[in-house]
């Protein structure tokens, strides 16, 4: 009953709203520094767990004329520890969350890390792009002294006109495996790096009022102007309830990571394939938009601390 009347009072700001996304999304062609987040699940094949190269050269394809349109581009990739099973063989029971096989998973990511670079620069190559390679963990942004020195690379690879390429350091760091899919991490480093758009290519559509695949009621949300309180809550039900891997708790602190910090963010399904980053730029009505909202009391180290 009171799921209904939520439900209502979001139909009845709907209608006002959906002008305001549109014309707000309109001006995203015009944003400059852009953190693309991908994760394993979008770059595999779902049916055996490999690797999708097609998927991988559209998206080198995407972000090279990203680049070539004047804009500075950060790519956020997970996809370390599939490759490395990939090349191992292994099957793909060796993903699943059990602590005790933590280390087999980061010896995947030890060996797939390098391997998925590689992959990452001859794609980039045909492109005619370079990249960098960039491995952090969560200590990276609270310590100051890593967190100047990310900064710094990352300042001066974007001037190289590189696109940096950032992983979680699997193997000195877990945090990604528990949270899943690197949306933390891209949001931190959207934050850190002063981005004005961060794109989270992903397997789900974007933030419903609840999880889709167990309520058919559920409504999808294409515009958060405000991230409040209600919206924060809604990702606290839905991960209990197993939005899986990357869930949309871990989305909506991403969200406020980034929108506090003064960028906005999208959540975009791949499913018709990583094209819909063009979408975005061409202010398509795709994903959940959440828009930038800088808050000055915003301290992203304290909310990093408190959080994770
Ligand atoms: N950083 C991990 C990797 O690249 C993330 C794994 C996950 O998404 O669960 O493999």
Partial sequence: MHFCQQLFVQKEVT???TEENLSYRSGLKNRKRIVVKIGSSSLLHPETGRLDYHRIDHLAEELADLKNQGKEVILVSSGATAVGREVLGEDRGILAHDAGRMSRKQACASIGQARLIMIYQKFFEEYNQLTGQ?????????NPTSREN?????????GLGVIPIVNENDVVATLEYKLGDNDSLSAMVASILKADLLILLSDVDGLYTDDPRSNLHAKFIEYVPQLTEEI??????TTGSGVGTGGMNTKLHAARMATASGCDMLIVNTKNGVGVIA????????????????????????YVEETY
């Fill in 15 to 17: 209608q006002k709203e």
């Fill in 134 to 142: 960039v491995l952090m963990t969560k200590t990276t942004i609270v």
């Fill in 150 to 158: 990310l900064e710094g690379t990352i300042e001066e690879l974007l």
């Fill in 232 to 237: 924060m809550n809604m990702g606290k039900e």
């Fill in 279 to 302: 979408d975005v730029m061409n202010g398509e009505n795709v994903g959940t938009l959440f828009r930038a909202n800088e808050d000055p009391t915003f301290d992203l180290i304290e």
